[in-house]
């Protein structure tokens, strides 16, 4: 894209937690700049508002603003669907935090509305942009394990009541280590091994009720609605099988987050909910463990900031104006969507996967910073 045309103009909807990482790294990008935030806790935009020298308004204003071209919905999982409902039907670009909807249903209609918009629609996690796991894709393409076999992804937390200072909506409908955290892991493993075709999976609420461990809120009890540990087989179309657990009942543990095993070899690749990492490799009749230096873009953020999260919407930007698909897809989602609820009403039973994704474009290693193609 040519950077001489005037930014995109952005409004983000929800300036909660991760809402300043969002707008640190949209502004690593000289084609992107916020314009304005919402959230029903005007104290909370007028907070985010007033750091980064952008303005507060209400959501209709937003919303109605000729300017702003993309919505970014960082609202919590339950309000994902009719903010980004609003917004596309007010003909803007949306990019959702995940999940995408709460439900397969919700989530199918704002891919419909999208597409028969024609704008776009996105939605996180965007952690596989990153340049570890662009790496680690780089050498399984490369066949540096040989076919893959098989892959173990272990998502083992403690919950988030131990760190974030607003934690119930984990654990009422839409949250949960599956659909918090788990979109990392199973975006992940797709943009690896392409399309899902069945799952099996066990789901359990292990406790009904937990107590608040962080500040300001801590020993307020939360009423936990969604599994608290999922565990199941994911079946990819390329012949790949992966076991995987999401968990917020595991208090510590030793194992990598994600590890591949192929023909030739193993590797382990950095952590998903990340942008970058070590990767390691091990070859049939190799130098045992091998380090492999990250040689991909995006492996940093603003420092103090929770990595580049918004990376995926500033590819947004850049691919729409380009004129090419974007990598950070709703389809992508949705596919996700369907696997990880698959895997939470299982309980034994094998499902099969409908919806297809195909695997996002790579990120060359040769790739400037601020570029994607
Ligand atoms: N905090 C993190 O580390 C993190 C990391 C990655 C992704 N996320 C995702 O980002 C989203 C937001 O997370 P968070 O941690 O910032 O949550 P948060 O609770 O800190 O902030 C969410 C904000 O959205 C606002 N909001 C809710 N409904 C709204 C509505 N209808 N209209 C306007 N504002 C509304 C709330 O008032 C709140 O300020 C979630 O989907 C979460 O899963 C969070």
């Given at each position: 894209m040519t950077h001489s045309e005037r930014p995109v103009q952005v409004g983000i909807v929800g300036t909660g937690n991760i809402s300043a990482t969002y707008v640190a790294t949209l502004h690593m990008f000289d084609f992107v700049r916020v314009k304005a935030v919402t959230d029903l806790n005007g104290a909370a935009a007028a907070g985010l508002a007033g750091e980064?020298?952008?303005?507060a308004v209400g959501l209709d204003a937003l919303i109605d603003d000729p300017e702003i071209e993309l919505v970014i919905n960082l609202t919590t999982p339950v309000a994902h669907?009719?903010?980004?409902?609003?917004?596309?039907?007010?003909?803007?670009?949306?990019?959702?935090?995940?999940?995408?909807?709460?439900?397969?249903?919700?989530?199918?209609?704002?891919?419909a509305i999208a597409s028969r918009s024609g704008l776009r629609l996105g939605c996180a996690p965007d952690t596989f942009l990153g340049g570890g796991h662009q790496l680690t894709r780089r050498l399984l393409d490369e066949g540096a394990i040989g076919q893959p076999v098989a892959a173990t992804a272990l998502l083992l937390k403690p919950g988030h009541e131990h760190w974030h200072p607003n934690p119930a909506f984990f654990y009422a409908r839409g949250g949960g280590p599956m659909l918090d955290v788990g979109p990392y892991y199973v975006t992940n493993l797709i943009a690896l091994f392409g399309s899902a075709t069945r799952v099996v999976g066990m789901a359990k609420r292990t406790r009904a009720e937990r107590p608040v461990l962080s500040e300001p809120r801590r020993g307020e009890i939360i009423k936990v609605d969604v599994p608290t540990h999922t565990t199941g087989v994911i079946e990819f179309e390329n012949g790949t099988?992966?076991?995987?657990?999401?968990?917020?009942?595991?208090?510590?543990?030793?194992?990598?987050?994600?590890?591949?095993?192929?023909?030739?070899?193993?590797?382990?690749?950095?952590?998903?909910?990340?942008?970058?990492?070590?990767?390691?490799?091990?070859?049939?009749?190799?130098?045992?463990?091998?380090?492999?230096?990250?040689?991909?873009?995006?492996?940093?953020?603003?420092?103090?900031?929770?990595?580049?999260?918004?990376?995926?919407?500033?590819?947004?930007?850049?691919?729409?104006?380009?004129g090419r698909p974007h990598r950070v897809s709703a389809e992508l989602a949705l596919h996700a969507l369907e696997i990880m609820t698959a895997l939470e009403r299982s309980q034994g039973q094998a499902i099969a996967i409908k919806s297809r994704a195909a695997r996002p474009e790579p990120i060359a290693a040769a790739t400037k910073p601020g570029h994607f193609a």
């Open positions: 980064f020298g952008i303005d669907a009719a903010i980004s409902r609003k917004a596309l039907l007010a003909g803007k670009h949306v990019y959702s935090e995940k999940p995408l909807g709460i439900t397969m249903e919700e989530a199918e209609e704002l891919v099988t992966v076991t995987i657990i999401a968990s917020f009942d595991i208090v510590a543990h030793k194992h990598n987050q994600i590890e591949i095993y192929g023909s030739e070899g193993s590797m382990i690749t950095p952590d998903p909910n990340m942008f970058t990492g070590d990767v390691e490799i091990f070859r049939r009749g190799g130098a045992g463990w091998q380090h492999c230096p990250v040689d991909h873009p995006y492996v940093e953020g603003v420092p103090g900031r929770l990595g580049l999260r918004g990376l995926g919407a500033a590819e947004m930007v850049d691919a729409y104006r380009s």
